[in-house]
C-alpha cells in the first residue's frame, strides 16, 4: 500500500488557536456533543465523529448550527457561534478509518474560517 501524504486542500493551513473544542446540543432532548476541533484552515475546520455516532443522523451538510466554541485557554466561557455543516466525508483510509470528517465553518465571524 502506498503512503502518499500529499496536501489534497485548495488553499494553506492557518492555525487558529482562538478555539480548541466545539459543543453542540441536538435532537428533541438536547443531546450535547463535544468534540475536538481538526485540521484547521483558513476555508474552515473539521471534527471527528466516529461513523456509528448517532450525531451524524442529526447533522446534514448545509445545516446552519449553534455550536458552543471552548477556547485553548480554560478560565474563558464558551462563546456561541452560528456554524455551517460544510461536508461529511467517511475516511477511507489512514488512522481516521471508522471516522467521517465533518467540515465546519463559522458564518458568524469573517476573520474565523468562514
Not at 478555539?19 to 476555508?43: A, D, H, P, T
Not at 465523529?49 to 446534514?60: A, M, N
Not at 477556547?71 to 477511507?92: A, F
Request: hydrophobic fraction near 30%; charge should be neutral.
Amino acid at each position: 500500500m502506498s503512503k502518499d501524504f500529499t496536501e489534497r486542500r485548495g488553499g494553506p493551513r492557518r492555525v487558529i488557536d482562538k478555539y480548541y473544542s466545539v459543543e453542540l446540543s441536538i435532537g428533541e432532548f438536547c443531546i450535547g456533543y463535544q468534540f475536538r476541533i481538526w485540521n484547521m484552515s483558513k476555508e474552515g475546520m473539521c471534527l471527528l465523529v466516529k461513523e456509528d455516532s448517532d450525531v451524524l443522523s442529526f447533522i446534514k451538510a448545509g445545516d446552519i448550527l449553534s455550536m458552543k466554541y471552548h477556547g485553548s485557554e480554560s478560565r474563558k466561557r464558551g462563546e456561541y457561534l452560528k456554524t455551517k455543516i460544510e461536508h461529511i466525508t467517511k475516511s477511507e483510509e489512514g488512522r481516521f478509518i471508522g471516522h467521517c470528517l465533518v467540515g465546519i465553518s463559522i458564518v458568524d465571524n469573517p476573520d474565523i474560517g468562514g
